[in-house]
């Protein structure tokens, strides 16, 4: 059966008001009108009257948990999230950045989300070959199934064939069109730190000037901070205004260290995250 955005708005709607009138939340965070239907935006209602504001199609790329990081610790949150955007919720729960008990979250089972800039389908290819949220509380529509699965690695091949020197090529000619404005870091659900490193003075990790030196600076430093902490949803790539196609670098790393560790992050809420925890049986293919 095909999924229904307006339904799945229209429960949402119905979610988010039954939450905020009982109290048992002050926010939740979901998806507004943006300047057309195109460019829906992450949204927070706060109260029952602004639940009307909140509207879902296929164009809700926007991975909300990023902005679960915002609010005071103790602050009683929903949060509608997506297949990926439920894992970035179990990561940043493993990591001690939110609370499971202060959380409501609403999953959405979908498939058909497609970027805005291209019209292209998302799923399988920079949203980890998931339909199904991994946790919720509260289903917004039935789960997706029978729906072709591919890896989320299978995208890796034309990459992985190529040899170091051509990969460093392949990322100093793409990181070189980086302008810094951090877009990337803005969308990653992942990206909490503050101030970042890169905008520390004291010590000065690097040059922000976008060239060369600091651009791989900050981008050799980000894609090591989200290893085994990339969750998958391909935002960073999305919100790049200049396409550079970061999720190549952040599936290569979550490969190997699935491969390694055989666990992929925010997966469950029972795993610690990978490179925080040690076992004895841990490869040590890390230290080549
Ligand atoms: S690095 Fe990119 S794909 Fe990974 S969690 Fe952050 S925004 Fe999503
Ligand atoms: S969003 Fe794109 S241009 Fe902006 S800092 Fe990130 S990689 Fe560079």
Same mark, same amino acid.
């Given at each position: 059966?095909?999924?229904?955005?307006?339904? &799945?708005?229209? !429960?949402? !709607?119905?979610?988010?008001?039954?939450?905020?009138? @009982?109290?048992?939340?002050?926010?939740?965070?979901?998806?507004?009108?943006?300047?057309?239907?195109?460019?829906?935006?992450?949204? /927070?209602?706060?109260?029952?009257? $602004?639940?009307?504001?909140?509207?879902?199609?296929? *164009?809700?790329?926007?991975?909300?948990?990023?902005?679960?990081?915002?609010?005071?610790?103790?602050?009683?949150?929903?949060?509608?999230?997506?297949?990926? #955007?439920?894992?970035?919720?179990?990561?940043?729960?493993?990591? #001690?950045?939110?609370?499971?008990?202060?959380?409501? &979250?609403?999953?959405?089972? /979908?498939?058909?989300?497609?970027? +805005?800039?291209?019209?292209?389908?998302?799923?399988?290819?920079?949203?980890?070959?998931?339909?199904?949220?991994?946790?919720?509380? &509260?289903?917004?529509? %039935?789960?997706?199934?029978?729906?072709?699965? @591919?890896?989320?690695?299978?995208?890796?091949?034309?990459?992985?064939?190529? $040899?170091?020197?051509?990969?460093?090529? *392949?990322?100093?000619?793409?990181?070189?069109?980086? &302008?810094?404005?951090?877009?990337?870091?803005?969308?990653? +659900?992942?990206?909490?730190? #503050? +101030?970042?490193?890169?905008?520390?003075?004291?010590?000065?990790?690097?040059?922000?000037?976008?060239?060369?030196?600091?651009?791989?600076?900050?981008?050799?430093?980000?894609?090591?901070?989200?290893?085994?902490?990339?969750? $998958?949803?391909?935002?960073?790539?999305?919100?790049?205004?200049?396409?550079? +196609?970061?999720?190549?670098?952040?599936?290569?790393?979550?490969? %190997?260290?699935?491969?390694?560790?055989?666990?992929?992050?925010?997966?469950?809420?029972?795993?610690?995250? /990978?490179?925080?925890?040690?076992?004895?049986?841990?490869?040590? !293919?890390?230290?080549?």
């Amino acid at each position: 059966m095909a999924v229904s955005f307006q339904q &799945i708005e229209e !429960k949402l !709607k119905t979610e988010a008001r039954r939450l905020l009138e @009982s109290g048992q939340v002050s926010l939740v965070l979901a998806w507004g009108r943006g300047f057309d239907e195109k460019h829906p935006m992450p949204y /927070v209602a706060k109260g029952a009257s $602004d639940v009307d504001g909140i509207v879902f199609n296929e *164009f809700c790329t926007h991975n909300l948990a990023r902005y679960l990081v915002r609010y005071p610790r103790g602050t009683k949150m929903a949060v509608a999230v997506k297949a990926a #955007d439920s894992r970035a919720v179990v990561q940043l729960i493993q990591e #001690d950045k939110v609370k499971r008990h202060d959380l409501v &979250i609403l999953g959405i089972p /979908v498939y058909g989300i497609k970027n +805005p800039k291209t019209g292209e389908i998302i799923d399988g290819k920079t949203t980890c070959g998931l339909y199904n949220p991994v946790l919720y509380d &509260i289903l917004i529509a %039935e789960e997706v199934h029978g729906q072709p699965v @591919s890896s989320p690695y299978a995208v890796l091949a034309e990459y992985e064939a190529m $040899d170091q020197d051509a990969r460093f090529a *392949f990322w100093k000619k793409e990181l070189d069109r980086c &302008i810094r404005c951090y877009a990337c870091r803005k969308a990653c +659900p992942m990206c909490y730190c #503050d +101030p970042c490193f890169i905008d520390q003075n004291k010590p000065k990790w690097g040059e922000k000037s976008p060239e060369t030196p600091g651009n791989l600076m900050y981008h050799l430093t980000r894609f090591h901070h989200l290893a085994g902490r990339c969750i $998958d949803c391909g935002e960073c790539s999305r919100a790049c205004p200049v396409d550079i +196609p970061l999720y190549l670098f952040h599936k290569k790393v979550a490969k %190997e260290c699935e491969e390694m560790f055989g666990q992929a992050a925010g997966m469950s809420i029972e795993d610690k995250p /990978v490179l925080v925890n040690f076992r004895m049986e841990d490869s040590d !293919k890390i230290l080549e």
